[in-house]
């Protein structure tokens, strides 16, 4: 039987999963997408330092993401010097948009996977409250705050009207936490939208501001750094961040990653299902020196899942990390099926139809060194556990203890056991909790820095006469972004985004082997082929964004997945 | 009263940008009160979310699909306007509906809805709107305006612009 899960309504094809089905289990998977690939046509011939005010526009969730990468990328080309304060405040824009971005992913976009909203109403709120006091510290986790969570949530169940929680296969057999678990998770998930707020309220800050940062530059940031200005970077606005570094720190800490282990050791079959392409890449990121050869996280490479063959990256002149990207079209939808690199690569499009041995994708297939890779924040996770990064053994160490602990295991959960579907939304909260710990980390930095009396923020970049090429990496939420430039006589000549999302999700490659999507939905158990919810528990664990940012109303088609079971 | 005229879109595929090219005028052109925020959305969602609680009204001005002829100005209150926000693009990225939605659940959404749409003519890749839409500015910015006077805004024309 073959089933096609296409979330997508107004563009047929932007992310869609076909899968062959036999036995109640996936036995053959095709990963299709419709991926941005016009940046270049828009930024050719235009001002290299303005590149990064349009490559934010790529993606409605990502924008400061294609930003940061874009600056770097044109640093890189012209090989600059950035001043500390400059890193510093980037760096806190990074961290703090990473932390809202993955407590939106797990509570406002993958928990309603394994958390039935219907049964919460069914829970005891006393017991509920019991339960979460017994797992953390949390302050909220009281009877009475779980008591007005459930009611509001009957109102809204009676009122007809689902909203946000209308789309989920509410009653599925492969949801099985009690109705106290569920009442607790829907509990935090009204606490997430409240403290992913916070977070924001960084970027807000220091990006003067949002969705769309201002304060970037090629050579450095905007922000005038003077503690007696109002216009300015002041310290009370310093202060004010870190309130909301200290308040995000404690939702990281004693709910997310806690409610993550929860579901973890209630769904332990979980670490069985979607290990996939186990060849893991991450890139360093929050630099801490001028260069770019210092980094608070590091990254690098590991080969079939075994942290011991771990190769870092070690800095923007990593010639490891440049002469290793490729990307073919074998399976396609372009005319050169050949693997290229980013600064060759070749947009012109040949559409097909969707063909099971051809071409059946708008993603091409990217390779490190001719491997597939997983990237994200398990992979991220798990370079940052083999280079020795203390806080990120110390959250992994304490998210497989609490999963141990609540499943009775008698010990903590290997760290194989992060091979998984599970596994990802696992890293994704102790990269949060890393995350926070390095955010809190940089804005000591910057206080540290103007403290003693720097308060450059900006190195004016000159271009030469002829070509340069550069490329800027960044860890992203959803893994390694790389922008690659050609610039001539100061004018941008070719431009590359390889977004997280185009190795994960691209189809087969040059040699016929399966991306990562595909790899890991193989052996998916599917109980309803009608409802294939653990064929959506697999991909939405790679947080995919294909989001090319089409923003358009259509009030003819409100429909959210589509289910098409053959 | 606080008040939030919204543009969204894509200004990266040419029609579709023409929420965020109206604020962006309404902006250059008026001289708004203090309780008028112009936000540009782009495609963002969550990231919004804590501009847009606890508002009384909230505009929003989009590229809108319809079986109407390109150019032509739709203008929608009240129930009619968060169920044409629910399409999503991605499984990942969360629209308005979304937001208005967990705004809801918080009990912080606006208190008044309003959508000033537009049916675009051409979404290929490019930063210029089309003229048949470039030609629909003025009048959308226009609408915008005579929305916020009606609720008893004090939008005034600035001198030189």
Known sequence: MRITVDPITRIEGHLRVDCEVEDGKVTNAWSSGQMWRGIEL?????????????????????????????????????????????????????????????????????ALDWVDIVSALQADPQAASSLAQSLSGWHRNSAQEFRQVQQRLQAFVDSGQLGVFGSGYWGH??????????????????????????????????????????????????????????????????????????????????????????VGAKYADWTNYG??????????????????????????????????????????????????????????????????????????????????????????????????????????????????????????????????SIAGLGGPLPVDALHS???????????????????????????????????????????????????????????????????????IANYQAVVPSTWNAGPRDINDAMGPYEASLMDNPVADPEKPLEVIRTVHSFDPCLACAIHMVDPDNNELVRVKAL | MPTVVLGLGNILLGDEGVGVRVVEALEARYDLPPEITVIDGGTSGMDMMDMLAGLDELIVVDALRTDKPPGTIVHLTGDAVPALFRTRISPHQLGLSEVLGALALLDEAPKSLTLVGVAPLDLDLGMALSPTIAAQL????????????????????????
């Not at chain 1, 934010?56 to 640093?75: D, K, W």
């Open chain 1, 42 to 110: 828009i930024l050719r011939g235009r001002d290299p330092r303005d590149a990064w005010v349009f490559t934010q526009r790529i993606c409605g969730v990502c924008t400061t993401v294609h930003a940061i990468a874009s600056v770097r990328a044109v640093e890189n080309a012209l090989d600059m010097e950035i001043p500390l304060n400059a890193q510093y405040i980037r760096n806190m824009i990074v961290a703090a948009h990473g932390i809202h971005d993955h407590i939106v992913h797990f509570y406002q976009l993958s």
């Open chain 1, 173 to 262: 057999e492969a949801m099985i936490l009690e109705p106290e678990v569920n009442l607790m998770a829907v509990a935090h998930y009204m606490q997430a939208l409240e403290f992913q707020r916070k977070a924001n309220q960084i970027v807000a800050i220091l990006g003067s501001k949002t969705p769309h940062i201002q304060n970037l530059a090629v050579g450095g940031v905007a922000n005038p750094i003077n503690f007696d200005s109002q216009s300015t970077l002041t310290l009370e606005r310093l202060l004010q961040i870190k309130r909301f570094i200290d308040e995000v720190g404690s939702f990281v800490k004693d709910v997310y990653l806690i409610d993550v282990a929860a």
């Open chain 1, 275 to 404: 290990a996939g392409v186990t060849n893991y890449m991450s890139v360093p990121d929050l630099p801490i020196d001028t260069r770019g050869t210092e980094f608070a996280l590091p990254g690098g490479y590991i080969s079939g899942g075994d942290v011991g063959t771990f190769r870092p990256i070690s800095s923007y002149h990593d010639d490891y990390f440049r002469d290793g990207v490729k990307e073919d079209a074998k399976h396609a939808w372009y005319e050169n099926d050949a693997a290229l690199h980013p600064y060759d690569g070749e947009t012109e499009p040949h559409y097909t139809d969707f063909q099971d041995d051809g071409k059946y994708s708008w993603v091409k297939a990217p390779t490190f060194y001719d491997e597939r890779v997983q990237v994200g924040p398990l992979a991220n996770v798990l370079c940052m556990y083999a280079a020795g990064h203390e806080p990120t053994q110390r959250y992994t160490n304490l998210a497989l203890e609490t999963v141990g």
């Open chain 1, 421 to 491: 579907t599970i596994g990802r939304h696992a890293a994704r909260a102790v990269r949060c909790a890393v995350m926070h710990e390095a955010l809190g980390d940089q804005w000591s930095r910057l206080m540290e820095n103007i403290g003693s009396g720097d308060t450059d923020t900006f190195n004016r970049p000159v271009f030469p006469a002829g070509e340069v090429r550069g490329y800027g990496f960044h860890e992203a939420p959803r893994g390694v972004l790389s922008h690659w430039i050609v610039i001539d006589d100061g004018k």
């Open chain 2, 138 to 161: 003025d009048p959308l910015v226009e609408r915008v305006v005579a929305d916020l006077r009606d609720r008893g805004h004090q939008v005034n024309r600035k001198r030189h612009a």
